[in-house]
Each structure stands twice: as structure tokens, then as C-alpha cells.
């Protein structure tokens, strides 16, 4: 379908206000809401992750992006709902405690967005009862946790250790990511996952959940 | 010390930076989560002993702890209305540690906030909190600024602006953080060596170059590229390595001696003030300066 090409192609360019009326052009011509996304957002938001992980295009272009893609999921969201249209899943992201920077783990926000799973960011200096009980709550099946500092990613330890505690191993898989990370960093704290960068913690996490 | 770092650097001498201060803070007191930059108040003493042992070493700039000292940085800790406290403290307590021996470099960090329209940050913002900040350390006698660790381009020129419009002889060093791509060196948001060697002297750098994110094979690398697309002094703060785990241990794995055996590599680039970054003490900042009084020689 041609408008969905178009919304594909308008959120590529970053053009927000562009998407929101294709979508809305989508939704008065009765192409459903699920299709829209798909078809047209994730679509889209496919080829941004791609090129970015080809380090074709660099943050600021994914940042764009993602702002045509929430335009356009502001409209679409309500009928999401009402047609009950199921999401990948669900993963809690953060920044761990005691670290403040937050520029990676918002773009693996954006990343998991927009490959169609449900997001709930916590925001920076995040403790781990906030992770587990989080996930535990909003019954997601990934913790993500990001950290810049060497001197806090230390901390990502006690967040495995909190789920384990809480006999949520299995339940809620932790994927670890940041500048100072390794895979080696992972497997020591006992963390499932080690993501080295947005675009690769999109695909860890579909291998985690089994969607891919 | 009659002479400022820059009028050195142009007689063409070669200066020695200092090596990473975080890790030094740690070992006296600073916790994971607290402002590094509240310690200017509250522990000044860890800040003299940093700061000698630099000095003892060898270096000629010694960096202040001011990296998160812009007003938009200490919000986070509810401390911007100390802004001109906390940076003024930092040039302060270190002016009878370098006296005659080596300049005061004020360190200006990113805000951590994105600009219009990939964030919600109007420039305006990020322009006054570092012109709070530059205000606060030139008046207090900062030598130099070191606006360091950028990766927004127009973030780097809003503090290089900011800092020419504070004082119009203040020397203004202004680095970038790169990552390796396959497309070569480009920092987080994009910007590669040629456009920042182009916009960082537009805006009025008067020394620029790379700090952080890589060891020194890639900062020689990355020297290279500065060197190639720009006409002014270039600075090299080199990380040790990037960071690996032993034993729950995080570790810098360059050593002095590794890294010190490549800054001639930086010297026939003709880089002109060579440091460390984070992974880099006191040992290496020794080893650094050996090679460069060799040079000197």
C-alpha cells in the first residue's frame, strides 16, 4: 500500500509532522491500525536501525526518526488498543544507579520502540529494586541496563542478583549495555545478555524473547 | 611562569597534560552517585594531593575538577545555585600547587542535554549555564579552558562562544570524544575529524584536537586527522585503553610504558600538548613527560 511506503519513507527522513498526516490519511482510508504499524512505522524504523548499525546514519538521525515515529504512534495508540493488538513484549530500561547518563540507554529505548516492543524507561540512577519490582509489575520479560561509568557499572551485578533473589530467573532476562561494557563483564556478573550497541541490544532482546 | 600556555605552544614547545582525576577522587572519598564537582567545597585537600601529584609527575596543565560543573550538570544535584562557588573553588585551592609549574585548565564537560530538535534543549539554555560556569572560572584565574569530551558539535561551539564572550584572551583548548566506524573516526552524534577541526576553530578554539573513548594506537590515528585538516596547535588526551574486567575488577590495560613508547608518534605529528584521559595516573603522566623532555632536549 502506497501510503504506508510514504510513512515508511517520511519517518526515514525524520519528517514528523509528515508521518502524523499520512497516518492520519492511512486511518481515514480504514488500513488498520496494526497494519499502519507493521507496515509503515516499524517499517520504517527497520531500515533507521539498519543504517545506524551499518553506521550509515548516526544518532541525531535516529533521534529525528523516532520523534516521526511517536507522531505517528500518538494516532495510532488508542486503536492499538481497541483492536487489541498484541506488542512483541514488554522490557524495563534504565540507567544504573549512581550514573546519570542517559543518552545511550534512551536510543536503545528508541531501538526496541521502534522494532515494536512496549518500553518502560525509568529514567537515570535507577535502583535495583526499582528494575525488578518494575518488570515484576508491568510483567515484562527483559530488564535492560545501561551504564557509562566504570565506576557504576559495577552496580548491574545486584540487579541479577535482586531477580535471582526474587526467584525470577528465566521470568526476567537482564541485558547489559554501555560504553565501558564487554561480553566478558556480562557473563561474569551473570547477566543473560551483553548488548555492544542500540541496534545490536534490539536483536539480543528478540533472541532473549524468542520473537526472532 | 611569565608566559601563557599559548604563547609557548606557538614558540613551538610541547606540552604535557595530566592524566584522569576520577579515579583519584574515588581513592579519597567520592562516592559512585554523589557530584564529583561538590568536593571543591567540601574536600579541597583531596583536590591539592590530585593535583601535586600531577605537578611531582610532570604535568603542565592540570586539569580542574570542574567536568560537570556547568549549571545544567549540578542541577541534577540540586547544586546549580552554587555554580560559581564550585568553580571558583577548583582554580582556587590549585593555585598554590602549580605556582611557576604548570597552568590551570578549567575543564568544561558536556550538559548531557540534547539540543533542539533531536532533544527538548533550546541552545540559549545551554549557552548561559556555561557562561556561568566559564564566568566563574576565568574571574577566579583559570589559565586555560578546557571544554572537553564533546560529541555535539554545536554543543562545543556554544561553549567555545560562551567562553570567547566571558574573556577575549582566555586560551580556549576544545576536544571531541570519536568512535571507530567502518567509515572511519566519528563522534556519537555524527561528527567526523574534518567538520570538527573546521566548526571548532570557526567558533574560536584556539588549541583543539581529541580527548577519551580510545587508546593511543587510535588517538595517534586520530591525531593524524586533526593534523591533516587543521592549521591549529592540536591536543591528544589519551585514554588507557579501553577498560576490561579482571576479576571484578575493572582495568585500564595501558601501560605507562606502552603508551609512553607511542607519544614520539604524536611528537612527529607535531601534536602539541600531550595528555592522558581516563585509565592514566601519575605513572603515566611521568612517562609521557620523560619522552617529551627527551624531545625537548
Redo the contacts between chains.
Keep these: 500500500m502506497e501510503v504506508l511506503q510514504q510513512i515508511g519513507e517520511s519517518l526515514q527522513k525524520g519528517e514528523d509532522q509528515k508521518v502524523a498526516e499520512l497516518t492520519r490519511q492511512a486511518i481515514d482510508a480504514g488500513v488498520s491500525a496494526g497494519q499502519i504499524l507493521n507496515d509503515g512505522l516499524l517499517a520504517g524504523m527497520d531500515v533507521v536501525g539498519k543504517r545506524f548499525g551499518?553506521?550509515?546514519?548516526?544518532?541525531?538521525?535516529v533521534?529525528?526518526a523516532a520523534?516521526a515515529m511517536n507522531a505517528g504512534m500518538d494516532l495510532i495508540k488508542p486503536l492499538l488498543i481497541a483492536d487489541d493488538v498484541p506488542s512483541l513484549g514488554k522490557v524495563v530500561i534504565g540507567t544504573i544507579?549512581?550514573?546519570?547518563?542517559?543518552?545511550g540507554k534512551n536510543l536503545v529505548g528508541i531501538m526496541l520502540k521502534g522494532a515494536g516492543f512496549e518500553v518502560v524507561d525509568l529514567g537515570a540512577?535507577v535502583a535495583p529494586e526499582n528494575f525488578v519490582e518494575t518488570a515484576e509489575a508491568e510483567g515484562a520479560s527483559v530488564v535492560g541496563l545501561s551504564a557509562l561509568?566504570?565506576?557504576?557499572?559495577?552496580?548491574m551485578k545486584d540487579v541479577v542478583e535482586l531477580v535471582k533473589e526474587r526467584g525470577l530467573e528465566g521470568k526476567v532476562k537482564v541485558i547489559v549495555g554501555g560504553?565501558?561494557l564487554?561480553q566478558?563483564?556480562a557473563e561474569?556478573i551473570g547477566a543473560d545478555a551483553y548488548g555492544y550497541d542500540a541496534a545490536n541490544a534490539v536483536t539480543i532482546v528478540k533472541s532473549l524473547t524468542g520473537v526472532a | 611562569m611569565i608566559k601563557g600556555p599559548l604563547d609557548r605552544l606557538r614558540s613551538g614547545e610541547i606540552l604535557c597534560g595530566d592524566g584522569a582525576w576520577?579515579t583519584q577522587l574515588?581513592a579519597r572519598g567520592l562516592?559512585?552517585?554523589d557530584s564529583p564537582e561538590a568536593l571543591n567545597l567540601s574536600n579541597p585537600e583531596a583536590l591539592v594531593e590530585v593535583a601535586q601529584m600531577y605537578v611531582d609527575a610532570g604535568a603542565e596543565l592540570i586539569t580542574t575538577n570542574t567536568f560537570g560543573g556547568s549549571s545544567i550538570k549540578l542541577e541534577?544535584y540540586s547544586l546549580d545555585g552554587e555554580t560559581e562557588r564550585i568553580n571558583a573553588a577548583a582554580i582556587e585551592v590549585l593555585k598554590p600547587v602549580v605556582a611557576g609549574k604548570a597552568y590551570i585548565s578549567a575543564s568544561i564537560g558536556p550538559t548531557?542535554k540534547?539540543l533542539k530538535?533531536?532533544?527538548d534543549t533550546e541552545p540559549e539554555e545551554i549557552a548561559d549555564s556555561f557562561t556561568r560556569q566559564i564566568g566563574a572560572v576565568t574571574e577566579a584565574g583559570a589559565d586555560a579552558v578546557c571544554i572537553e569530551t564533546m560529541i555535539d558539535l554545536i554543543e562545543a561551539q556554544l561553549a567555545i562562544k560562551a567562553a570567547r564572550a566571558v574573556s577575549s584572551e582566555i586560551p580556549i583548548i576544545a576536544t571531541m570524544t570519536f568512535d571507530t566506524?567502518?567509515?572511519g573516526y566519528?563522534t556519537?552524534?555524527?561528527v567526523p575529524i574534518d567538520r570538527a577541526c573546521e566548526g571548532l576553530a570557526e567558533a574560536g578554539a584556539d588549541v583543539i584536537g581529541s580527548n577519551c573513548?580510545n587508546g593511543i594506537e587510535k588517538m595517534i590515528e586520530i591525531a593524524a586527522g586533526f593534523v591533516e585538516h587543521s592549521k591549529l596547535p592540536v591536543i591528544i588526551q589519551s585514554n588507557a585503553g579501553?577498560?576490561?574486567?579482571r576479576g571484578?575488577e575493572?582495568v585500564y590495560p595501558e601501560t605507562p610504558e606502552f603508551m609512553a613508547e607511542r607519544i614520539p608518534q604524536l611528537i612527529d605529528l607535531g601534536i602539541k600538548i600531550i595528555g592522558g584521559c581516563?585509565g592514566t595516573g601519575p605513572d603515566h603522566i611521568r612517562a609521557f613527560r620523560a619522552v617529551v623532555d627527551r624531545y625537548r632536549a
Design positions: 551499518a553506521n550509515e546514519i548516526f544518532l541525531p538521525e533521534l529525528l520523534r544507579k549512581g550514573d546519570l547518563h542517559d543518552i540512577d561509568l566504570t565506576t557504576t557499572m559495577i552496580g560504553a565501558p564487554s566478558a563483564f561474569e | 576520577g574515588m562516592k559512585p552517585g541534577a548531557g540534547l530538535p533531536y532533544g566506524t567502518p567509515r566519528f556519537t552524534m555524527g573513548g579501553v577498560p576490561e574486567h571484578g575493572v581516563c
